[in-house]
């Protein structure tokens, strides 16, 4: 015991979080001395526990064993994190803007250019605490929209996101912006009607499948699937080492993608490139080869299936006079056709899973649906269930605290929610807008839409509404508070966003943010909030599949600046709206919960789910608590084994039960639906999107662009971080010293365009343009043009038709969403042109943008946007 570390240390929980519930898989030690981190490294579990007593698990296959080890698994993000909290773009202290007077002009158009002046937290309280009295008097509570949804550090009583929901409510409410199933999108308003659940591993149990792959699997199927890169924040390295497993006992990974992906360059037994969001073409020639050759499981559909004859009539061409071959879909998806014929041989001849991470960037593109049921469809006709066949994901194992979850044995999941003081649950508000419609919302359109939009709800949810904003009686939007100010960066048509933040609507802008970021240049009043490693907190440590443990999280650091924690931040603001008496009343002590910081850790290390005899004292010594292994984990059905084998026992949360290839609660529901009819198809267009190579618009745009979740970052965030910075392909360094977000374009493509690696290009649309430094590779497929998404907005002309230095991309992301009745975003696999641009010219055009101040080691620095009081 202890034998890894010594010396003084600090634990803390480094993942990042979905929900605030805390759970990561990167818990560090972190060494500090003179109020200084001096380092970040592994955290060991057998610190204080000897190994034996936590029950390690074991998958056995092939003569060969695989186990859990006792150190995390971090990743670069998490080791480099020091940087991020030493950022040269910290905000130092409150801020106000320079043009915006509360009692005179507000000049909303202003917003993204002006400067800012220092303020005290005593003003600054004093501004945000009159603004909501003033438009509560003046409109109601519902024209304040709060932004709260959205990663963060994994914080539970100083909550990354949501605090200032628990303050709204207490004054009457607020508008809610609702959180997206974004990361599974197609998934969510897809699959759900054909499986009745999201992925596999997103609502239903997926318990012991590594086992079951590792002794009856013949291949693993990665379909849009980068486990070397997107689990790392939630389930550290475990997916590398499973794949090196997988490979160490015979299990071949295939691998489809538009890109080398970080792991397919490593893993991959074959990759087949495909076009980005085509999949769906893909799917569909599979399912004809199998039809016409007979080699799926018919019986298996007589009996778990409903409505397989609607779906072999669409393969085989009887609705549209198009037979769905391998011949179609060659000229749609880029994959030849003899390809396609052996690969569906292949999987029909052998016991064939597939995984994801969340399901790959072109689950969040237009009708992402279709690809995502084309999967379950096909998964169906191998007999999904069977020993080796199964689909499960890489990460996130314990996202809804579900036991089971994850593919690896699992020990008790810790439940954070006790201590938790962030985030009111979206749905609770009756006002509320889905994210992905938040522009027009802002800009005074009526929107409609339906379902409550967020993760985990049951598939009726999807027939409920239509919901409206605003309200009957209400009066629009005209205050945005944001702990979230990445909308322009992460979402859809990301230009809007800047129009309605500058929209005259909106008399006033809250943001609270460690860094000076994205949408922070938007913001009339600015609370610097600080990092985990300033305040003391509970967390968790469970999603890498190895232990479960309750993390104390002693503070590391005094705070830096003048910055307060988010649950401080807007403490500060119930202790200004006091004075204001009515529903204002002692209002900061009902906020606070009745409890002080050290009262809600005990809380929450006592309802956690440790055992009862637990001692506090104890927990606060060793820093963490351990769960084993539970003793049964060998016991816990496989997957979807149990409909697999009686699907009358053990039905799905379908209507029927079964896998319905005919969806009747679609067709009852919307009947002239052509996106997301009954039966999955392939959809070439709809009145708002025209996002394939062949239509007209391809002709102007003639490039599909891939925008994965970034290798170097987690969508907005480690932009600043100077460590990854350094690395080459991280940035490319332009002309002019500027490090632009790299572009990947193939070399067939480049010889036409005339680009070179190193040169700065202009990826555009009719919506605007980004920047981006190329780098000529063959990583990325001929026709795809790739770029990261979440880079710094670095803005030379905002708002739609726009043009931006730090190569944001959702900012050219379409606007509309999924399709007619869906409501899910599209951010990946939407057409582009590229063409190369002088930096020097466009220096002497916009002098403002080019000449703001910059380093290129951290990027965008806070002081550049500070104009006194610096
Ligand atoms: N192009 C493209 N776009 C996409 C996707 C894609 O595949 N391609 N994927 C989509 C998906 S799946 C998702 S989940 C979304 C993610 O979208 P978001 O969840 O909106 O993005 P994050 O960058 O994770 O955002 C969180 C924000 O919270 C801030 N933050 C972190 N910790 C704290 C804290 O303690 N306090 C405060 N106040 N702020 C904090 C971060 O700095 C950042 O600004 O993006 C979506 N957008
Ligand atoms: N480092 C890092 N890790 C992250 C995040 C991050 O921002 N950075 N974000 C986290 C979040 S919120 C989520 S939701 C998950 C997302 O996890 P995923 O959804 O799995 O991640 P993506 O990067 O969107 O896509 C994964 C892979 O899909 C492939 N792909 C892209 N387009 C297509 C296509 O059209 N067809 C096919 N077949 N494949 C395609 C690419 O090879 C890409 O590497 O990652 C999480 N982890
Ligand atoms: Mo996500």
């Known amino acids: 015991m202890g034998k890894n570390v010594t010396g003084t240390h600090i634990v803390k929980g480094l993942g990042f979080d979905s929900f605030g519930l805390g759970a990561n898989a990167c818990s560090?030690?972190?060494?500090?001395?003179?109020?200084?981190?001096?380092?970040?490294?592994?955290?060991?579990?057998?610190?204080?526990?000897?190994?034996?007593?936590?029950?390690?698990?074991?998958?056995?296959?092939?003569?060969?064993?695989?186990?859990?080890?006792?150190?995390?698994?971090?990743?670069?993000?998490?080791?480099?994190?020091?940087?991020?909290?030493?950022?040269?773009?910290?905000?130092?202290?409150?801020?106000?803007?320079?043009?915006?007077?509360?009692?005179?002009?507000?000049?909303?158009?202003?917003?993204?250019?002006?400067?800012?002046v220092r303020i005290s937290w005593d003003e600054a309280a004093q501004l945000v605490a009159s603004e909501i009295k003033r438009i509560h008097d003046t409109y109601g509570p519902n024209s304040i929209l709060c932004e709260y949804d959205g990663h963060g550090e994994t914080k539970i009583v100083h909550a990354a996101h949501g605090c200032m929901t628990k303050l709204m409510e207490l004054c009457g409410g607020f508008t809610s912006q609702a959180r997206q199933p974004d990361s599974w999108e197609g998934w969510y308003w897809g699959a759900k009607h054909i499986w009745g659940m999201d992925p596999l591993g997103q609502q239903s149990k997926q318990s012991n499948i590594i086992q079951d792959i590792s002794e009856n699997g013949d291949a693993v199927l990665f379909w849009g699937c980068d486990v070397e890169t997107t689990p790392l924040g939630w389930g550290g390295y475990m997916a590398s080492r499973i794949c090196f497993w997988f490979t160490d006992i015979g299990v071949k990974q295939i691998h489809i993608s538009p890109d080398v992906n970080y792991t397919n360059a490593v893993h991959a037994d074959k990759w087949i490139p495909v076009l980005p969001n085509t999949d769906a073409a893909l799917q569909l020639a599979i399912a004809y080869t199998w039809i016409t050759e007979g080699t799926y499981d018919q019986e298996y559909l007589d009996t778990h299936a409903v409505g397989f004859d609607h779906f072999r009539y669409y393969v085989l061409g009887g609705e549209d006079g198009i037979p769905k071959t391998p011949k179609w879909a060659e000229k749609i998806c880029g994959v030849p056709s003899y390809t396609i014929k052996a690969f569906a041989r292949y999987w029909a001849k052998h016991a064939v899973s597939i995984v994801h991470c969340n399901?790959?960037?072109?689950?969040?593109?237009?009708?992402?649906?279709?690809?995502?049921?084309?999967?379950?469809?096909?998964?169906?006709?191998?007999?999904?269930?069977?020993?080796?066949?199964?689909?499960?994901?890489?990460?996130?194992?314990?996202?809804?605290?579900?036991?089971?979850?994850?593919?690896?044995?699992?020990?008790?999941?810790?439940?954070?929610?006790?201590?938790?003081?962030?985030?009111?649950?979206?749905?609770?508000?009756?006002?509320?807008?889905?994210?992905?419609?938040?522009?027009?919302?802002?800009?005074?359109?009526?929107?409609?839409?339906?379902?409550?939009?967020?993760?985990?709800?049951p598939r009726e949810d999807q027939f409920t509404g239509p919901f409206t904003f605003p309200l009957e009686g209400d009066h629009g939007i005209h205050m945005v508070w944001s702990d979230t100010p990445c909308w322009e960066t992460c979402w859809n048509g990301g230009y809007h966003m800047q129009d309605a933040l500058r929209h005259e609507n909106v008399e006033c802008v809250v943001i609270q943010h460690p860094w000076m970021e994205n949408d922070c240049f938007f913001g009339d009043i600015i609370l610097p909030s600080n990092t985990k490693f300033e305040t003391e907190d509970i967390g968790s440590d469970s999603d890498s599949g190895q232990w479960n443990v309750v993390l104390y999280e002693r503070q590391a650091i005094q705070p830096l600046y003048d910055s307060k924690?988010?649950?401080?931040?807007?403490?500060?603001?119930?202790?200004?709206?006091?004075?204001?008496?009515?529903?204002?009343?002692?209002?900061?002590?009902?906020?606070?919960?009745?409890?002080?910081?050290?009262?809600?850790?005990?809380?929450?290390?006592?309802?956690?789910?440790?055992?009862?005899?637990?001692?506090?004292?104890?927990?606060?010594?060793?820093?963490?608590?351990?769960?084993?292994?539970?003793?049964?984990?060998?016991?816990?059905?496989?997957?979807?084994?149990?409909?697999?084998?009686?699907?009358?026992?053990?039905?799905?949360?379908?209507?029927?039960?079964?896998?319905?290839?005919?969806?009747?609660?679609?067709?009852?529901?919307?009947?002239?639906?052509?996106?997301?009819?009954?039966?999955?198809?392939?959809?070439?267009?709809?009145?708002?999107?025209?996002?394939?190579?062949?239509?007209?618009?391809?002709?102007?745009?003639?490039?599909l662009l891939v925008s994965n979740h970034p290798h170097f970052r987690v969508h907005a965030q480690h932009d600043d971080v100077t460590w990854l910075r350094e690395i080459e392909t991280c940035k490319v360094t332009g002309p002019d010293g500027y490090k632009y977000e790299p572009i990947w374009v193939h070399p067939s493509d480049a010889g036409k365009l005339g680009l070179e690696t190193g040169d700065i290009a202009k990826i555009y649309n009719e919506r605007g343009g980004v920047l981006g430094g190329v780098i000529v590779s063959e990583r990325i497929i001929p026709g795809a043009i790739y770029?990261?998404?979440?880079?710094?907005?670095?803005?030379?002309?905002?708002?739609?038709?726009?043009?931006?230095?730090?190569?944001?991309?959702?900012?050219?992301?379409?606007?509309?969403?999924?399709?007619?009745?869906?409501?899910?975003?599209?951010?990946?696999?939407?057409?582009?042109?590229?063409?190369?641009?002088?930096?020097?010219?466009?220096?002497?055009?916009?002098?403002?943008?080019?000449?703001?101040?910059?380093?290129?080691?951290?990027?965008?620095?806070?002081?550049?946007?500070?104009?006194?009081?610096?």
Request: charged share 25%; proline share 9%.
């Open 565 to 703: 924690s988010d649950k401080e931040a807007v403490g500060e603001v119930a202790k200004a709206l006091e004075k204001f008496g009515g529903i204002y009343e002692n209002i900061y002590e009902r906020y606070l919960g009745g409890k002080t910081d050290d009262e809600w850790i005990e809380y929450g290390f006592e309802k956690s789910g440790v055992p009862e005899d637990a001692s506090f004292e104890e927990f606060k010594e060793k820093q963490y608590f351990a769960f084993p292994t539970r003793e049964d984990y060998r016991e816990m059905p496989v997957g979807l084994s149990k409909f697999y084998k009686d699907p009358e026992k053990s039905p799905l949360r379908t209507p029927t039960g079964k896998l319905e290839y005919y969806s009747t609660s679609l067709a009852q529901m919307w009947p002239d639906d052509k996106e997301r009819g009954p039966v999955p198809h392939w959809v070439d267009e709809s009145p708002e999107h025209q996002e394939r190579q062949y239509l007209d618009r391809g002709r102007t745009y003639p490039f």
């Open 787 to 870: 770029q990261d998404h979440g880079a710094r907005v670095d803005p030379i002309v905002m708002g739609a038709g726009g043009l931006d230095r730090g190569g944001a991309n959702n900012l050219i992301a379409p606007l509309p969403t999924t399709s007619k009745n869906t409501v899910g975003e599209v951010t990946s696999g939407f057409l582009v042109n590229i063409e190369k641009v002088d930096v020097f010219q466009l220096a002497e055009q916009y002098p403002e943008a080019f000449n703001r101040e910059y380093d290129p080691d951290c990027g965008l620095v806070a002081t550049a946007r500070i104009v006194e009081g610096a």
């Open 359 to 457: 399901g790959g960037s072109y689950i969040r593109s237009a009708f992402s649906h279709e690809p995502a049921r084309l999967e379950v469809a096909l998964l169906g006709m191998q007999g999904l269930g069977k020993p080796g066949a199964n689909q499960f994901k890489f990460m996130e194992w314990t996202l809804f605290g579900i036991p089971g979850v994850s593919p690896l044995p699992p020990s008790k999941i810790p439940d954070m929610g006790a201590a938790y003081r962030g985030w009111v649950s979206s749905g609770s508000q009756p006002s509320f807008i889905p994210k992905t419609m938040i522009p027009q919302a802002i800009m005074g359109e009526k929107v409609t839409w339906y379902g409550h939009v967020t993760a985990g709800l």
């Open 28 to 116: 560090v030690d972190i060494d500090e001395e003179n109020d200084k981190i001096l380092r970040i490294r592994p955290f060991h579990f057998d610190e204080h526990y000897d190994p034996e007593d936590l029950n390690p698990w074991k998958i056995e296959a092939h003569g060969k064993t695989f186990e859990p080890g006792f150190k995390t698994l971090i990743s670069p993000l998490s080791l480099c994190y020091k940087k991020r909290v030493y950022s040269k773009n910290r905000i130092p202290y409150p801020l106000k803007r320079i043009d915006w007077d509360p009692n005179g002009e507000r000049n909303p158009q202003n917003r993204g250019t002006s400067g800012y």
